[in-house]
């Protein structure tokens, strides 16, 4: 398994989850029924602190994840608290630790769910299906998701709400939507992953004891603003060179703000030198935008670049540390050739933005014959075009078609959207915190990409240099709302804002 980068925060799935508790028990000396209680117990103050009032249901499995329910329901109920027990399982069919707690249960025992709607409660417990969980929840444990999800009452998840997959995120039918999930350990996968995110709520992570040392330690993580240190700081004596040169390559009559947007942002990062390669027919408009990059006019047919760009355009990046080739650019047959052609014919590290990634639509194979890095940054409809698919299959799994892209194209992959992904050939993966709702304006993906360029052009390979992106445009996005709050937010303050995230 490949080492966890140290400014992320590690994310787990199933198999690694597992295996820590395993190697926990083995290595460490800890009962699995320890384990348990410790889980029990964190997930019950939770629900006492999220209960006023009122009666609590606590809906349990037959798993481990039911017998967490139960440490909860027992904890609960000696605190005072009026706690309804049901079990989609008959109390046979618990075996292990989730049948020594059944037993340890005072009061009422667990009375089966049969009902389709859940009985009256001010919180219930979702603990019916665990991590492991993987596919399409069946009969009674869908029903009982059903009625959860109608009862009004304020629902808390046990590690992962019941439905939702926590390697990836997907849900594939029924799934609990909780206001709050308590995972157990570290957090899991498919609790920043959408569509998984968006049921989980907020997320409560609880120590149950596992100290330091585990090795199976996940590929994935949370970007963290720890990864401002893999930033290159820059020095007294650089130079505008030094810094990294980026070159932008698009733009078309119409939409001259994208390559612009880019520009700009690229010099924000901290590129010491940015060029924008422009139709030559509307390059007026860039050079009264555009202060600080250079331009250069390249061959265009009625304000759209053509093939014959493609010559001048390598020279131009010749020099050049990162380019970024797409903002804007139309998707006219000619511009989608010259895209065609610079991406197989560039050799510095490249992004691949916007109309970049359109006109490699179902020919991602291509890119993964190039020499240098690369770096694509789709959104659902832009991914589902490249893998030939709908943008709705795309958001429905969005991990498991990121990953498919990155391997097709051998390309660092960026999804964006509040959970944006940060996809490596081979599955590692990093996920954006999120919580950047200033971000959900036009110009915003150019601001990444732009800021992307900048990173790569400083040496930072694919993976970093996405994240470190990804992290510094988060980041930009929340400071940008918290001064002109998130509804006024345009992607010229999120540029204006990405200083204030580089290391000094």
Same mark, same amino acid.
């Given at each position: ?224 603003? /720890? ?142 014959? /190039? ?110 709302? /918290? ?20 290391? /000094?």
């Amino acid at each position: 398994m490949v080492s966890l980068e140290g400014w992320l925060d590690p994310l787990h799935d199933a198999e690694s989850m597992r295996a820590t508790d395993a190697w926990a028990i083995a290595e460490q000396g800890i009962p699995s029924l320890a384990l348990m209680e410790r889980a029990g117990a964190g997930l019950a103050a939770v629900v006492a602190e999220r209960t006023t009032e009122g009666r609590i249901l606590i809906a349990c499995g037959k798993g481990n994840n039911g017998g967490d329910g139960l440490v909860a329901a027992r904890l609960l109920r000696e605190q005072g608290w009026e706690v309804d027990v049901r079990c989609t399982a008959a109390p046979e069919a618990l075996e292990g630790d989730p049948r020594a707690n059944l037993e340890r249960l005072p009061g009422d025992p667990p009375a089966a769910w049969e009902a389709s709607a859940a009985p009256a409660a001010a919180t219930i417990v979702d603990a019916l299906l665990g991590t492991g969980f993987d596919g399409e929840p069946r009969e009674p444990v869908a029903g009982a998701i059903e009625a959860i999800n109608a009862s009004g009452a304020t629902v808390v998840a046990a590690d992962v709400p019941s439905g939702v997959n926590a390697a990836s995120g997907a849900v594939a039918g029924a799934a609990v939507r909780a206001q709050a999930t308590v995972t157990f350990h570290a957090p899991k996968i498919g609790l920043w992953v959408n569509p998984g995110k968006r049921h989980a709520g907020e997320v409560c992570v609880v120590d149950i004891g596992i100290g330091p040392g585990a090795p199976a330690e996940p590929a994935a993580g949370l970007i963290s603003e /720890r990864i401002t240190a893999e930033i290159p700081v820059r020095a007294a004596g650089a130079t505008k060179f030094s810094e990294g040169a980026v070159v932008v390559a698009g733009g078309s009559a119409g939409l001259t703000g994208a390559p612009s947007l880019a520009a700009e942002a690229a010099a924000r990062a901290g590129a010491g030198y940015v060029t924008a390669c422009i139709p030559g027919s509307v390059r007026l408009i860039f050079e009264l935008r555009l202060l600080e990059a250079m331009t250069r006019a390249l061959p265009d047919d009625d304000g759209s670049l053509t093939p014959a760009a493609l010559e001048p355009l390598l020279e131009a990046a010749q020099r050049a540390d990162a380019v970024v080739l797409g903002p804007g650019l139309g998707r006219g047959e000619g511009a989608a050739e010259l895209a065609r052609a610079a991406a197989l014919e560039l050799d510095a590290p490249l992004l691949l933005d916007a109309d970049g990634l359109n006109a490699h639509a179902g020919r991602l194979a291509d890119l993964a014959g /190039r020499s240098a890095p690369t770096v694509l940054t789709p959104h659902a409809g832009e991914l589902g075009r490249l893998l030939e698919i709908e943008s709705t299959a795309v958001e429905a799994d969005r991990l498991r078609h990121a990953r498919a892209a990155a391997e097709a194209s051998q390309a660092a992959v960026i999804l964006k959207g509040d959970d944006t992904l940060v996809v490596a050939p081979g599955g590692r993966l990093a996920v954006s915190p999120g919580a950047s709702a200033g971000l959900a304006t036009a110009g915003t993906g150019d601001v990444l990409a732009g800021a992307t360029g900048a990173m790569l052009a400083k040496g930072l390979d694919p993976f970093t240099a996405a994240a470190a992106a990804v992290w510094l445009h988060a980041a930009a996005g929340r400071r940008a709302a /918290r001064e002109r709050g998130p509804g006024g937010v345009i992607a010229r303050d999120v540029i204006d804002a990405l200083p204030h995230g580089l290391p /000094r």
